[in-house]
T-cell receptor
Framework: ETGVTQSPTHLIKTRGQQVTLRCSSQ?????VSWYQQALGQGPQFIFQ???????GRGNFPPRFSGLQFPNYSSELNVNALELDDSALYLC????????????FGPGTRLTVL | DAKTTQPNSMESNEEEPVHLPCNHS???????IHWYRQLPSQGPEYVIH???SNVNNRMASLAIAEDRKSSTLILHRATLRDAAVYYC???????????FGEGTQLTVNP
């Protein structure tokens, strides 16, 4: 069974640029959630994708967007990067339903200069 | 999502039991209690969850108060590898998200 993988592991961008982060879900999982974790804080929910559509969104502006593909992998896109976007971005996969366990990837560390 | 309250940090000695408390006085009847932990430089990892009854698995035990307003995660014999931030999370049966607080930083001393 393959776990959740994310790429890249680290990324450095400058303010105003755009970034795409990628996530491959665990085998058999059809739902992907994205979280942002600032240093020293708990992860904050960005959004979730199920059946290639957004299924719930946290308090993040529209410049945070996502995609889910037919193979259940996902992308997180962030436009017009700001310094405060520097964080660890975590992807979690699960089977849709409840109460469900989410399985997290190792994250992508984004630094915005 | 209902809020949880955890101590910022706790310390334990290796091979001793650890009891990590969590208060959730505004829990609703449909909220499950989930625990995740995050080891250094890793994503969060599921530990255990429960609704009303105490639960045991290979990683830990979850003791839930009769009124469900508090719970305790029990690590029966702490190891150095258990040093992590432990998050107590309430999750609606139909909820899509995990709402993390700041968790408890557990330090395990050799």
């Amino acid at each position: 069974e393959t776990g959740v993988t994310q790429s890249p592991t680290h990324l450095i961008k400058t303010r105003g640029q755009q970034v795409t982060l990628r996530c491959s879900s665990q085998s058999g999982h059809n739902t992907v959630s994205w979280y942002q974790q600032a240093l020293g804080q708990g992860p904050q929910f960005i959004f979730q994708y199920y059946r290639e559509e957004e299924n719930g969104r946290g308090n993040f502006p529209p410049r945070f967007s996502g995609l889910q593909f037919p193979n259940y992998s996902s992308e997180l896109n962030v436009n017009a990067l700001e310094l405060d976007d520097s964080a660890l971005y975590l992807c979690a996969s699960s089977l849709y339903g409840a109460p469900i366990t989410q399985y997290f990837g190792p994250g992508t560390r984004l630094t915005v200069l | 999502d209902a809020k949880t309250t955890q101590p910022n940090s706790m310390e334990s000695n290796e091979e001793e039991p650890v009891h990590l408390p969590c208060n959730h006085s505004t829990i609703s009847g449909t909220d499950y209690i989930h625990w995740y932990r995050q080891l250094p430089s890793q994503g969060p990892e599921y530990v255990i969850h429960g609704l009303t009854s105490n639960v045991n698995n290979r990683m830990a035990s979850l003791a839930i108060a009769e009124d469900r307003k508090s719970s305790t995660l029990i690590l029966h014999r702490a190891t150095l590898r258990d040093a992590a931030v432990y998050y107590c999370i309430l999750r609606e049966t139909s909820g899509s998200r995990l709402t993390f607080g700041e968790g408890t930083q557990l330090t395990v001393n050799p």
